[in-house]
């Protein structure tokens, strides 16, 4: 059982779960955990009993596309584990179609808890962002509505990197993280329960665009020395939104003994990056295609007498 403990003159709180202590990590202790995925399909009866499911088959059975099962280490009385895909692909690197089943499930899990408290949606991905279980999975937790969030609120839109029929993608002056990146629909004043199937679409679209700059980015910006890690979560109230943080730093003393958060990057250069990475992967793109071409084109010669003389030993037919 968990236990809330509030500080009273600065009105925040602290959750103490230390059922959580006993959870497994695969990324710092490889050599001493079973290497069976309890995430992954097959292995269904190694997790707590499913309670939703996007696919076929019956629950806790293989057929699933997107499963949601209880925390086994809660934070809170209501905890669940949202599992992307059968797949160990970052959610990004799934099919867009794929991707969309996920934040529908999102919305259905949000909309099932919204009455009954504050519904935070959360993933931590990578080495660098906390995840204790390497198979991508978002995370839910809900809150009771007297404890105080220090969450922000919708930042002002500064800095657009991209905008679609529905989403903004900003940097907001306040970053508090290198090339943090928040989407917020254009309609405001709606929870993310609102969110209709057509404007996931939009939503899943911008997302993955951004999430494949970022990733391109990592290679030359992170601090870490670790592979691409980040951590995002919905904003559980009214004028929604997304924010992403890359993990491309480490925070220290200063940050913990002071509260503020030191930006190495400023939000205007982040935005301006994250514009131009896309160009610069399809002119990468471009160009390794081109370089294929020009090593096709020099071998030619010794690629048509190849197939000559498999042409003389019965090896090619037409």
Not at 46 to 70: C, F, L, N, Q, S
Not at 78 to 93: G, T
Not at 146 to 158: A, G
Not at 245 to 262: D, M, Q
């Amino acid at each position: 059982m968990s236990k809330y403990v509030p500080d009273i003159s600065s009105r925040r709180w602290v959750i103490i779960a230390d059922s959580r202590e006993n959870r497994p990590d695969e990324v710092n202790d490889q050599n001493d955990i079973d290497e069976t995925c309890p995430f992954c399909e097959g292995n269904e009866k190694m997790t707590p009993h499913e309670v939703y499911r996007v696919g076929k088959g019956v629950a806790d059975e293989p057929g699933w596309e997107v499963r949601v099962i209880p925390n086994k280490y809660p934070i809170t009385d209501f905890h669940e584990v949202i599992i992307h895909s059968p797949k160990e692909d970052d959610l990004h690197h799934l099919p867009k179609d794929h991707i969309v089943k996920v934040f529908q499930t999102f919305r259905q899990r949000f909309n099932e808890y919204k009455d009954k408290g504050q519904v935070i949606i959360f993933c931590n991905q990578g080495e660098h962002a906390g995840t204790s279980i390497e198979h991508p999975h978002s995370q839910l937790v809900l809150l009771p509505n007297q404890i105080n969030l220090s969450t922000l609120e919708q930042e002002p839109l500064d800095n657009i990197v991209e905008e679609n029929t529905f989403f903004n993608m900003y940097c907001p002056d306040f970053s508090q993280w290198p090339y943090e990146v928040w989407i917020a629909p254009k309609v405001e004043e709606t929870f993310f329960g609102d969110i209709t199937d057509v404007e996931i679409v939009d939503l899943v679209d911008i997302y993955v665009k951004l999430m494949s700059r970022l990733e391109v980015l990592h290679e030359t910006k992170s601090k870490t020395g670790r592979g691409f890690s980040y951590n995002f979560y919905i904003y559980p109230k009214k004028k929604w939104y997304i924010r992403i943080i890359p993990r491309f730093v480490y925070r220290a003393g200063f940050e913990l003994g002071t509260g503020l958060s030191v930006n190495v990057t400023d939000p205007m250069e982040a935005a301006a990056d994250l514009r131009t990475s896309d160009k610069d992967e399809v002119l990468q793109d471009i160009h390794s295609v081109k370089q294929a071409e020009a090593i096709i084109e020099e071998k030619q010669d010794e690629i048509d007498l190849l197939k000559g003389k498999l042409e003389e030993l019965g090896a090619i037919t037409h």
